[in-house]
């Protein structure tokens, strides 16, 4: 069973630009997580989605955004990028019915 | 808004030493999880925890539920240099709104 996948791996991007991060949950997953984890700091909860919906949201501000598709994949997009949202962005997922989130690799996003 | 506490915040031991690490809240929890991840990778689930005072092992890992449902604690015993990582404690209550909460993580350094 394959697990949570994120793309890009890497990406670099200047301030002031819009930035996209896709993720696809494992196979049987409804709710998919966004954190944002900065450099040796912990993991920061961004936004949960489930059956398509946004259900909640964590302390950032409204250029942080996404969305979950029919087939509960998700993106993150950053608008207006700034140098402090660089950092590790870690998508997971979880069924329904359990509290265990499963993480992918993480998509690293460089802002110069 | 909810927090974790978890201590130590980094550790540097003897391999063959045993560890032991553990998470405080200072509200109730209905479900304690415990992390480890490594350098640049998304955190990888160790153990799930459930119930009250529950006591779970996962080879060399063995973690608790605090009785108190307030805290938890994880313990490595005969610790190898491939346990090397950052640990996250990471707890989620009705108050937490479906997300999970994670602590800052206790960094743990092996000398071979």
């Known amino acids: 069973e394959a697990g949570v996948t994120q793309s890009p791996t890497h990406l670099i991007k200047t301030r002031g630009q819009q930035a996209t991060l896709r993720c696809s949950p494992i196979?049987?997953?409804?709710?998919v997580y966004w954190y944002q984890q900065a450099l040796g700091l912990g993991l920061q909860f961004l936004l949960w989605?489930?059956?398509?919906?946004?259900?909640n949201r964590g302390n950032f501000p409204p250029r942080f955004s996404g969305r979950q598709f029919p087939n509960y994949s998700s993106e993150l997009n950053v608008n207006a990028l700034e140098l402090e949202d660089s950092a590790l962005y870690l998508c997971?997922?979880?069924?329904?019915?359990?509290?265990?989130?499963?993480f992918g690799e993480g998509s690293r996003l460089t802002v110069l | 808004g909810q927090q974790l506490n978890q201590s130590p915040q980094s550790m540097f031991i003897q391999e063959g030493e045993d560890v032991s690490m553990n998470c405080t809240s200072s509200?109730?929890?209905?479900?304690w999880l415990w992390y480890k991840q490594d350098p640049g990778e998304g955190p990888v689930l160790l153990i799930a925890?459930?119930?009250?005072?529950e006591l779970t092992s996962n080879g060399r890992l063995t973690a608790q539920f605090g009785i108190t449902r307030k805290d938890s604690f994880l313990n490595i015993s005969a610790s190898i240099p491939s346990d090397v990582g950052i640990y996250f404690c990471?707890?989620?209550?009705?108050?937490?709104?479906?997300?999970?909460?994670f602590g800052k993580g206790t960094k743990l350094s092996v000398k071979p």
């Open positions: 997971a997922s979880k069924r329904w019915n359990t509290g265990e989130l499963f």
């Open positions: 196979s049987g997953h409804t709710s």
């Open positions: 989605y489930d059956e398509g919906e946004e259900r």
């Open positions: 509200s109730i929890f209905n479900t």
């Open positions: 925890l459930y119930k009250a005072g």
């Open positions: 990471a707890g989620s209550s009705r108050g937490s709104q479906g997300n999970l909460i």
